[in-house]
T-cell receptor, first 114, second 113 residues
Framework: EPEVTQTPSHQVTQMGQEVILRCVPI?????FYWYRQILGQKVEFLVS????????KSEIFDDQFSVERPDGSNFTLKIRSTKLEDSAMYFC????????????FGDGTRLSIL | DQQVKQNSPSLSVQEGRISILNCDYT??????FLWYKKYPAEGPTFLIS?????DKNEDGRFTVFLNKSAKHLSLHIVPSQPGDSAVYFC????????????FGTGTRLKVLA
């Protein structure tokens, strides 16, 4: 069964450094998402992406964050200058369609900011 | 953001019995609801969903019930198996053309052999 893959599984970065988290969505999916889960908290929506542009973003997704689909397969989340509070699990998801089609999640990247 | 709540952090059930996981929501504009299962060190795995035009959806051992008037949904697993032991999240979406999911805090299910 096709799946969403994320790399790396664990990223350790110094505060203030830039980090790029990578995702390969399911190949026929058109909608892409990033979520995060801070330890002990809920899974929270960050951003959705369709047709090469952001369709929605949360208040968490400030100017330090950006997303890109640099080629036909990868979908990346960049954090420009990481903060301690960015430490979390980051999940990428994709869906065929936007409405009433489930989003399928990758196994996540654990981001640890030192 | 308390729009989706799972009030039971944990649940233990004997193998072969029914597991019932509950979820409440506050936003009447939600029109699509899902249940995900999550094992440690893995991402959420989609289990089953239901549109607000239905009150029940069944897939094998899993059934989701939606009570719109009570703003409540539940997941029934029958019969429960040890491999079902995981954290279960409910999620909701569909307000005003947004497709983001709002997740509950999760319920840890332990199925005892």
């Amino acid at each position: 069964e096709p799946e969403v893959t994320q790399t790396p599984s664990h990223q350790v970065t110094q505060m203030g450094q830039e980090v790029i988290l990578r995702c390969v969505p399911i190949s026929n999916h058109l909608y892409f998402y990033w979520y995060r889960q801070i330890l002990g908290q809920k899974v929270e929506f960050l951003v959705s992406f369709y047709n090469n542009e952001i369709s929605e973003k949360s208040e968490i997704f400030d100017d330090q964050f950006s997303v890109e689909r640099p080629d036909g397969s990868n979908f990346t989340l960049k954090i420009r200058s990481t903060k301690l509070e960015d430490s979390a699990m980051y999940f990428c998801a994709s869906s065929e369609d936007s409405s009433n089609q489930p989003q399928h999640f990758g196994d996540g990247t654990r981001l640890s900011i030192l | 953001d308390q729009q989706v709540k799972q009030n039971s952090p944990s649940l233990s059930v004997q193998e072969g019995r029914i597991s019932i996981l509950n979820c409440d929501y506050t936003n009447s504009m939600f029109d699509y609801f899902l249940w995900y299962k999550k094992y440690p060190a893995e991402g959420p795995t989609f289990l089953i969903s239901i549109s607000s035009i239905k009150d029940k959806n069944e897939d094998g051992r899993f059934t989701v019930f939606l009570n719109k008037s009570a703003k409540h949904l539940s997941l029934h697993i029958v019969p429960s198996q040890p491999g079902d032991s995981a954290v279960y999240f409910c999620a909701a979406s569909g307000t005003s053309g947004t497709y983001k999911y709002i997740f509950g805090t999760g319920t840890r299910l332990k199925v005892l052999a």
